[in-house]
Nanobody, 122 residues
Framework: QVQLEESGGGAVQAGGSLRLSCAVS??????MGWFRQAPGKEREAVACLDSLDRPQYADSVKGRLTISRTGDKKTLYLQMHSLKPEDTATYYCAADPPAIFCYLIPGYYSAWGQGTQVAVSS
């Protein structure tokens, strides 16, 4: 069973940067993604990587956030620059072990981490 554990969240001022990490244990995974959920809002997609490490991004984060992972696919990253208050949320990593493609849809993913909080102040 795939297990995911996020880290790297914290509090930053607007314009700052953070790097989130997600450690993967268990069977190999292919597609993975980052999602976020702000208080009172639905979970939304941030970015995903398919089995060939081709990224997709939500329009709201293009140019500011970068998804990547290590060659062994055991650690997923989300590098965040130019953070805005509206980026404040709990960030989750997700995986769908057998999937080749990735989709910016939460329901596509079968494994989830517990989340790490990001707070951006103005």
């Amino acid at each position: 069973q795939v297990q995911l554990e996020e880290s790297g969240g914290g509090a930053v001022q607007a314009g700052g940067s953070l790097r989130l990490s997600c450690a993967v244990s268990g069977p190999p995974v292919r597609s993975m993604g980052w999602f976020r959920q702000a208080p009172g809002k639905e979970r939304e997609a941030v970015a995903c990587l398919d089995s060939l490490d081709r990224p997709q991004y939500a329009d709201s984060v293009k140019g500011r956030l970068t998804i990547s992972r290590t060659g062994d696919k055991k650690t997923l990253y989300l590098q965040m620059h130019s953070l805005k208050p509206e980026d404040t949320a709990t960030y989750y990593c997700a995986a769908d072990p057998p999937a080749i493609f990735c989709y910016l849809i939460p329901g596509y993913y079968s494994a989830w981490g517990q989340g790490t909080q990001v707070a951006v102040s103005s």
